[in-house]
């Protein structure tokens, strides 16, 4: 059953719709952001828990610290409740992830929170829709060590600094809508060739437009792979 005054989502399973007041200020001057901390946390500070890194797309950009808590977020804070996992959602004030000083902002966020709360550093995961797609190809790029899984969601390119090279021994996860009509497919099969080139290995062959599957909404299937450690080295 639902508490008093919550919302369901659209999309069955009882899930609830995300709220700010699941989550804590978390920002910088130039990067709004909130952090979901689970209350595992506290009554349990001594296991050390999972982090997801969401990166809202271009229509939630601002400095409200409010846009990016949509409906694009609610089953991925069902999983982390679920699984006592932290859940950080930072705002582009400007319409990108791809800018350095912002990724590397991101990437000081993360430490801070590492440093304020028993966060496992080997179950770091980067997921994002859209531009925020754009922006998991670019997090996990540049600080490829620090993730254990991406998972970009029909994401627009990657910044020119992308190296595919970079993603051979991480655990990287791509969906993108065959018939997506306002971000194609492209980018996503563009880098996801690219990153099979720096492994040696063949391109893919992709189904036609009109098959069956078009989204994903943090699903059962992500959200059972919360547990997956950084790969060994």
């Known amino acids: 059953a ?3 005054g919550a919302a369901e989502t659209p999309y069955g399973r009882g899930v609830l719709a995300a709220s700010v007041n699941d989550f804590v200020d978390f920002s910088e001057p130039t990067l709004p952001g909130r ?4 209350p595992e946390a506290a009554a349990d500070p001594n296991t050390p828990r999972p982090f997801i890194l969401f ?8 400095n409200n610290n409010v846009a990016q808590i949509n409906g694009n977020i609610d089953n991925l804070l069902d999983g982390a409740k679920e699984h006592g996992a932290f859940l950080y959602a930072p705002q582009a004030v400007t319409r ?3 800018d350095m000083n912002r990724t590397t902002t991101v ?4 430490d801070e ?7 496992d550093p080997n179950r770091l995961y980067v997921t994002g829709l859209s531009m925020g797609g754009g922006g998991v190809w670019n997090m996990a790029n540049r600080f490829s060590d620090r993730f254990a899984a991406a998972v970009p969601i029909a994401g627009v390119n990657p910044s ?3 190296n595919g090279s970079n993603f051979v021994e991480l655990h990287t996860w791509p969906f993108h809508a065959r018939d997506d009509g306002v971000v194609p497919p492209t980018p996503s099969r563009d880098t996801i060739n690219n990153i099979l080139a720096a492994a040696g290995e063949a391109t893919l062959t992709y189904p036609a437009p009109n098959d069956g599957f078009t989204t994903l909404l943090y699903n059962n299937s992500f959200r059972a792979n919360l547990s997956a450690p950084l790969p060994a080295p």
């Not at 990437?107 to 993360?110: A, G, N, R, T």
């Not at 929170?113 to 966060?119: C, F, G, R, T, V």
């Open 2 to 4: 639902l508490a008093a």
């Open 35 to 38: 952090l979901y901390v689970p």
């Open 55 to 62: 990166l809202h797309g271009a229509g939630e950009t601002g």
């Open 96 to 98: 990108n992830w791809s």
């Open 107 to 110: 990437m000081d966020k993360i």
């Open 113 to 119: 929170a590492l440093a304020m709360h028993n966060i």
């Open 160 to 162: 020119f600094d992308f």
